[in-house]
C-alpha cells in the first residue's frame, strides 16, 4: 500500500503560480506510475498531468506548456508547477499512484484562482 499526502494548494489570482507536492510513503518501490487529477466545483474528476517510472510526462491538452510534473526520487515526492493559471484551473487536485494492486489516492489540495 501507498500512503499521499498533498499539499501547496491555495488562493491565487489568474496569471499566477502554485506548485503542489504529492509526497508517498509506503510501498513506494511498486509504484509504476503517479498522476494528478483535479475535480472542479460540479464536475467530474479529470486527467491533469503524470509520470510513469521511466520519467515519462503526458499532461492534459488543457494544460500543456502550463503546467509541469516532476518527481524527486530521495524525497518520494511528485511535483506539479501550475504556471498562468486560469480562473477555469479552480479545483480540488489529486494526486494518485498505480501500482500492481490497485490505485491509491490522497485526500486533495484545493486550488482557487480568482479573476
Known amino acids: 500500500q501507498v500512503q499521499l499526502v498533498e499539499s501547496g494548494g491555495g488562493l491565487v489570482q489568474a496569471g499566477g503560480s502554485l506548485r503542489l507536492s504529492c509526497a508517498a510513503s509506503?510501498?513506494?518501490?511498486?509504484?509504476?506510475?503517479q498522476s494528478w487529477y483535479r475535480q472542479p466545483p460540479g464536475k467530474q474528476r479529470e486527467f491533469v498531468a503524470s509520470i510513469t517510472s521511466g520519467g515519462g510526462l503526458y499532461y492534459a491538452p488543457s494544460v500543456k506548456g502550463r503546467f509541469a510534473i516532476s518527481r524527486d526520487n530521495a524525497k518520494n515526492t511528485v511535483y506539479l508547477q501550475l504556471n498562468s493559471l486560469e480562473p477555469e484551473d479552480t479545483a480540488v487536485y489529486y494526486c494518485n499512484a498505480n501500482l500492481p494492486n490497485g490505485i491509491f489516492w490522497g485526500q486533495g489540495t484545493q486550488v482557487t484562482v480568482s479573476s
Open positions: 509506503g510501498s513506494i518501490f511498486s509504484i509504476n506510475a
